[in-house]
C-alpha cells in the first residue's frame, strides 16, 4: 500500500488528509476505492452517453425524413401514426398478398414500423375488409379516426370507396374514410396509353413476385402478376387492375401540338393503394401513387 | 411479516431502483439466533459438509425449462405467422393469443406517453399482460421469455470463460443508471412524440427479426450489445440499461410468486450470486444479513431459477406468496 499511497497524480484528493471517524460520517474510503468509484462513475457515464446516443439516432431518420412512404390503409396521420404504432406487425400477418412490409435501420423511418412499397407489392384489397385496420391493437390504423385528431387537407374520401370485386355484394363499399395517398401519372411523357403504344405479355416481365387480384380469374385468391399476361391495343393496365371503382379511367385529351391522345385519370374516390404503380409496364413506372397526398382534384 | 421483513421489502424496492444493498439495520431475533449458530459450528465440519455438498452433480433442472419455455413461446410467433395457424399472432411488443390482445407493459407505456392518447384495445391488451405478469412474477418475462436474454446468457457464458482465462475483466457500473435510463426514454417519448426506445429495443428486434425476417441490418445494434457485452461488461444491457426490465420490476413488487431464502441450512458460500443476473438481490444469503429465517427475494430477480438450480443445501426455492397458509 506505502507505494500506493505516494501522491503522484490525484494530487488534489490527497492534499488535506481525511478526516479519520468524524462522528455520524462514514469512515473515509481508501484512495484505491475512490478511485475505482471515480473510474465507475466515468464508465457509467460513458456508456450512459452510447445508449442515449444510440436511441436518439433511431430518433434523427424520422426527424429529418426525406421520402414519405405509403403506410396501409387507415393509417393516422404520419406523426400520429409513428407514434401510436407499437412495431408488432399485426397488420402484415393478415394481408393476403404481403404488401406491408416492416421498416428495417436503413429505411430511415423508425425501425419496425410498417409501410407498403407498391412498386413491389400494392395492397390491392384481396382481403375485401381492409383486416390490417382490424388486426391493428393500438389504433394507429382505424377505421374512424377521433374528433380531435388531424385529418390531412383532401385526405377525407367524399364517399365510402366501392370496391369492384364487392360492387354485386350487400355490402359493396370499403370502410375507409381517407385516402393513403393519391396517384398521379408523374412520367407523362412515358406511359404507354400517351404515346397511343399497345401492350402485350408480362406487365412487370417474367421474374416479378408480385400478386394481384384478378376477378376473371378468381374472385378469391390472388395470383402472380407474371401469370396473367396482357394482349391490349392500347395500354390501360392501371385502369383495369385499379380494385376502387371510378378511381381511375382512360380519358381523351388534345396534346399541345393538338393530336388526341388517350390518358389515364385519377378521380376523386382515388385511396391511393398503388396498384396501378404496381402493374405499370414502363421502367420506372408512369403512374405513382404519392404517400400521404391529399385529393386536389383532377390535374 | 414481520418488522425486520417489511423494513426490508423496502429497501429491496430502493435496489431495484439502483441502491446499494446494506448491512440489515433490523433482525429478527430467531434469525440472530441462527446467525450466532452458525459462527459456534465447527469450522473443519463445515468446510467438509460444504465439499461434500458442491460436489453433487450440476443441476440445470430450471434452466432447462426455461430455456424451452422460451424458445417455445418465440416459435410459436414464428410458426403461427409461417403456416397462418393463428395461434400467437404479431410480436412480443404486441400480441394476440387465441384472439386475446397481449401487450407488452413498456411498449405500451411507451405508446401511451408518445400519442398522449389511450385507445381500449391498448387498454385491455395491456390489462391481460398485467394480470399475467403479476401472476407470473413481473420480470419472470425477463428470463422465461425475453429473446434478448436468450442470447445475452450464451454472451455471458463466453464473457465469463473469458475472464476466468483472463482475456478480458469486468467492468460493472453504477446500476441507478437503469432508473435513469428508464427516465429518460420516458421523456424521449413524450417530447418527440415517438417511440425512440422502440428503435433500439433489442427484445423488440430480435422478436420481430425472427419471426418477419424483418430488420436484419438493426440486428447489428444487437450484435454490437452482445460484443460489448462479452468483452466489456457482464450482462450490461439487462442490469444497467432494459427499461423494459425495471417496468416488469415495479409489476414484481406485487407479485406472489417469488424465490424465497431459508437461512438454516446455508452456507453462505456464495454460488447463486456468482450466477445470478441481478445478484444485488441475493445481498441477504451474505453471512450475517438475513433479517429473518425466512426471505423472500427481492422484486427484481427474474425469477430464472438459476440460483436455485446451483444452490447445494437448497436454501433458495421458488414460492408462492400465502400458498404455505392456504394448504
Ligand atoms: S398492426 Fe398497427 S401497431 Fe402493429 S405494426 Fe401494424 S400499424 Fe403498427
Ligand atoms: S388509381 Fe391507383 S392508387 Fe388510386 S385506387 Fe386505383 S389503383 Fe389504387
Ligand atoms: S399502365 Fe402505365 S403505361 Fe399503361 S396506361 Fe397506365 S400509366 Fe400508362
Ligand atoms: S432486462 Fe430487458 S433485455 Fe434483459 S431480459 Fe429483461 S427485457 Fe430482456
Known amino acids: 500500500m506505502s507505494e500506493n499511497d505516494t501522491p503522484k497524480v490525484g494530487a488534489d484528493e490527497t492534499a488535506s488528509p481525511p478526516v479519520q471517524g468524524a462522528a455520524g460520517t462514514k469512515p473515509p474510503l481508501s484512495k484505491e476505492r475512490r478511485l475505482q468509484a471515480r473510474r465507475r462513475a466515468l464508465r457509467t457515464f460513458l456508456l450512459g452517453a452510447g445508449v442515449f446516443g444510440a436511441a436518439l439516432s433511431g430518433y434523427l431518420p424520422v426527424a429529418y425524413a426525406q421520402k414519405k412512404r405509403l403506410r396501409p390503409p387507415g393509417a393516422l396521420d404520419e406523426k400520429d401514426f409513428l407514434a401510436s404504432c407499437i412495431k408488432c406487425g399485426q397488420c402484415v400477418q393478415v394481408c393476403p398478398v404481403q404488401a406491408i412490409k416492416l421498416a428495417d435501420l436503413s429505411d430511415g423511418f423508425g425501425v419496425g414500423v410498417p409501410h ?14 381492409v383486416q390490417c385496420i382490424l388486426a391493428c391493437p393500438t389504433g394507429a390504423l382505424t377505421y374512424k379516426k377521433p374528433a380531435y385528431m388531424s385529418v390531412r387537407p383532401g385526405a377525407k374520401l367524399a364517399n365510402k370507396p366501392i370496391l369492384l370485386a364487392k360492387e354485386h ?6 370502410n375507409l374514410t381517407e385516402r393513403i395517398g393519391v396517384a398521379r401519372l408523374t412520367r407523362p411523357e412515358s406511359c404507354l396509353a400517351m404515346q397511343g403504344k399497345s401492350f402485350k405479355g408480362q406487365a412487370r416481365g417474367p421474374d416479378f413476385k408480385g400478386k394481384l387480384r384478378y376477378m376473371s380469374v378468381d374472385r378469391w385468391k390472388p395470383i402472380k402478376v407474371a401469370d396473367h399476361p396482357y394482349d391490349v ?34 378521380h376523386e374516390p382515388c385511396v391511393g393503394c398503388g396498384v396501378c404503380e404496381m402493374i405499370c409496364p414502363t421502367e420506372p413506372a408512369s403512374i405513382e401513387v404519392l404517400p400521404g397526398e391529399g385529393w386536389r382534384g383532377e390535374s | 411479516m414481520s418488522a425486520a421483513l417489511k423494513r426490508r421489502f423496502v429497501e429491496q424496492i430502493k435496489v431495484m431502483f439502483g441502491a446499494e444493498p446494506q448491512k440489515p439495520a433490523l433482525i429478527e431475533e430467531r434469525a440472530l439466533k441462527v446467525h450466532q ?38 416459435l410459436l410467433f414464428v410458426v403461427s405467422y409461417h403456416f397462418d395457424i393463428q395461434l400467437l399472432e404479431g410480436a412480443l411488443t404486441a400480441s394476440r393469443f387465441a384472439g386475446f390482445h397481449l401487450i407488452d407493459l413498456n411498449s405500451a407505456l411507451q405508446v401511451m406517453l408518445a400519442h398522449k ?29 425475453c429473446p434478448y436474454h436468450f442470447l445475452a446468457e450464451w454472451a455471458e457464458k463466453l464473457h465469463l470463460f473469458l475472464v476466468q482465462k483472463k482475456i478480458v475483466t469486468d467492468t460493472p457500473i453504477d446500476r441507478r443508471w437503469r432508473t435513469v435510463s428508464w427516465v429518460i426514454f420516458a421523456l424521449l417519448a413524450l417530447v418527440t412524440g415517438y417511440t425512440v426506445y422502440e428503435a433500439i429495443s433489442p427484445t423488440g428486434i430480435v422478436s420481430r427479426a425472427l419471426i418477419y425476417s424483418s430488420g436484419i441490418l438493426a440486428m447489428l445494434w444487437v450484435l454490437a450489445l452482445l460484443v460489448f457485452e462479452v468483452f466489456f461488461m457482464r450482462r450490461a444491457w439487462c442490469r444497467y440499461a432494459c427499461p423494459i426490465g425495471l417496468t416488469y420490476g415495479v ?31 441475493l445481498d441477504t ?4 444479513r438475513a433479517v429473518d429465517t425466512e426471505v423472500p427475494i427481492g422484486p427484481d430477480c427474474t425469477r430464472c431459477g438459476l440460483c436455485v438450480d446451483t444452490c447445494p443445501t437448497g436454501s433458495l426455492k421458488f414460492d408462492i406468496k400465502g400458498l404455505a397458509k392456504l394448504m
Open chain 2, 251 to 281: 409489476v414484481g413488487i406485487i407479485s406472489p410468486l417469488r424465490v424465497k431464502y431459508t437461512l438454516q441450512g446455508c452456507f453462505h458460500e456464495g454460488d447463486c450470486r456468482k450466477v445470478c443476473l441481478v445478484p444485488h438481490v
Open chain 2, 117 to 145: 392518447h389511450i385507445i381500449t384495445n391498448l387498454l385491455i391488451g395491456t390489462g391481460t399482460v398485467l394480470v399475467l405478469w403479476i401472476l407470473l412474477g413481473g420480470r419472470t418475462f425477463c428470463s422465461w421469455v
Open chain 1, 116 to 129: 407498403i412499397d407498391a412498386r413491389d407489392q400494392a395492397c390491392d384489397f384481396s382481403c375485401d375488409a
Open chain 2, 37 to 74: 449458530l452458525k459462527r459456534m459450528t465447527n469450522k473443519a465440519e463445515l468446510a467438509a459438509a460444504k465439499e461434500a455438498h458442491r460436489a453433487r452433480e450440476k443441476n440445470h433442472k430450471w434452466r432447462n425449462w426455461r430455456w424451452a419455455t422460451l424458445i417455445f413461446v418465440n
Open chain 1, 233 to 266: 391495343e392500347l395500354c390501360d393496365l392501371c385502369v383495369q387492375a385499379c380494385p376502387i371503382k371510378g378511381a381511375i379511367t382512360l380519358e381523351t385529351v388534345i396534346t399541345a401540338d393538338g393530336r388526341q391522345r388517350k390518358t389515364p385519370v385519377v
Open chain 1, 169 to 174: 355484394d350487400p355490402e359493396p363499399t370499403l
Open chain 2, 285 to 288: 444469503v451474505i453471512k450475517g
